[in-house]
């Protein structure tokens, strides 16, 4: 066992465990890991021989938590997942993957079983030479990955408000899903009451929003989207005698896709967005059957990446705003807009998506967003730590939340009415099952 750590003076942020049999494995790798890595992480290499789990547990206990653990899989490490299994055990929240060789296909099938089954996070190629950025660049997903989990971090916006209720839940769920970097804080508890008082505040209307990333905009008490719209800067106006080639209403998966295939085309395209980009994609934390994305995509970063590639292309965003009516006059269509403005348009395309489904119980629907959520399994999945869960319905979103909130919750109950093999992708019920 051998360990490469920071500076002495220095706090290593988590730790990145290395576990094979194969020798030039643990010195090649370990060696890569600590020039890139060693300057924040502290990193432990390991024989499976070794105490791993005294290891783990020697870092826990100093303070450092375990982000990635990296176990080599092949002809000369074949209890990879067997010691992936007793690491995630020790290190819950820690990032677990195999390290195999290029070419080693007999690894294969049981990766793909073993991410399936929920024992596996990913799977990475060995550096085949120093600086191998293929490598690095798997291992950076890795621990974004895991830095996604801890929630923790820079926060552009702060909000601070009560925990159960309704307009904060939305507030946190709107943010998340735009990947706006965001804390949120009990205005009961002693850190909240103390951020009111810092602000100047006293018995404000709440929720109370700080765009810490824009000093020069007062803070915002109950604000509503397009408040949050103006003070971000995104609520542009629209010039009514422009004629648009292509209007895209919504930007779910499909609105995103039509822009970003309008715009390169070299058309004039605009989208229109009341909420948040993604639609009921972006509130899934880890999409594994969208083409592209072998080791998955959680929904709201593939919605930042959409969003941005039709941005580069020169496409234009309408956000807090909404068709309420469509017209057609003179060739050309209008549509109408939920802020009184009307766009001209050659072409609409249609992408509005699909509502959340009510349970249409009026004595739960009292409780929506204070224990009741449609849809906000990544932003509410740290609130329902140690907690009994319930998710109601068997489609894939149900099933991604399931799963999600597992790694959270103390128990996860799925409710549905058929099996669940009638609505949902086989991968997802492997997995739950």
């Known amino acids: 066992m051998a360990a490469s750590e920071p500076d002495s003076d220095v706090t290593p942020r988590a730790a990145l465990v290395l576990v094979s049999r194969d020798p030039p494995v643990r010195e090649q790798v370990g060696a890569e890991l600590g020039r890139r890595y060693g300057a924040d992480y502290a990193v432990a290499v390991c024989d499976p021989g070794d105490d791993v789990a005294a290891r783990i547990a020697q870092l826990r206990d100093g303070g450092t938590p375990v982000a990635l653990v990296l176990a080599g899989l092949g002809p000369d490490d074949p209890g990879g997942l067997d010691v992936l299994d007793r690491a995630g055990a020790l290190a819950p929240g820690a990032v677990r993957a195999c390290l195999v060789r290029w070419g080693d296909l007999e690894t294969a099938a049981p990766i793909f079983e073993a991410i399936t089954l929920g024992r596996l996070d990913g799977w990475l190629y060995r550096p085949e030479r120093a600086g ?37 839940q939305e507030l946190r769920d709107m943010f998340t899903r735009n990947r706006v970097p965001v804390g949120f804080y009990e205005a009961s508890a002693p850190e909240g009451r103390e951020m009111l008082a810092a ?10 929003v700080v765009l810490r990333f824009r000093p020069e905009v007062p803070v915002l008490t109950d604000p509503s989207a397009l408040d949050i719209a103006a003070a971000f ?34 058309l004039r395209t605009l989208v229109i967005e009341p909420l948040a980009m993604g639609g009921q994609a972006g509130t899934s934390s880890l999409i594994r059957n969208y083409l592209g994305f072998p080791r998955g995509i959680s929904g709201n970063r593939l919605a930042a990446s959409a969003y941005q590639q039709a941005w580069s292309f020169g496409a234009t965003f309408l956000w807090s705003r909404s068709m309420v009516g469509l017209s057609s ?32 119980v009026p004595s739960l629907e009292a409780f929506q967003g204070r224990g009741l959520f449609y849809g906000a399994a990544v932003s509410e999945a740290k609130a329902m730590t140690g907690r009994h869960v319930l998710v109601v ?7 991604q939340a399931a799963v999600h909130l597992a790694r959270y919750a103390e128990q996860v109950t799925v409710l549905v009415r058929r099996g669940l093999a009638t609505t949902m992708s086989e991968y997802l019920v492997h997995e739950i099952d």
């Open 199 to 208: 602000l100047g505040l006293e018995r404000p209307a709440l929720p109370v």
């Open 329 to 360: 006059a003179d060739g050309e269509h209008r549509v109408h807009l939920s802020d009184g403005a009307t766009l001209r348009a050659r072409a609409v395309v249609v992408a509005t998506g699909a509502e959340w489904r009510r349970l249409d």
């Open 132 to 168: 191998d950025e293929d490598f690095h660049l798997s291992v950076a997903e890795l621990l974004a990955e895991w830095d996604a989990r801890q929630g923790s971090g820079y926060e552009a916006v702060q909000v601070i408000g009560e925990r159960w209720s309704p307009r904060s």
């Open 393 to 399: 319905g068997g489609g894939n979103s149900a099933g």
């Open 233 to 266: 800067g995104v609520l542009e106006p629209v010039d009514e005698g422009t004629l648009f080639d292509v209007v895209v209403v919504g930007a779910g998966p499909a609105g995103l896709s039509a822009a970003v295939y309008a715009a390169s085309e070299g």
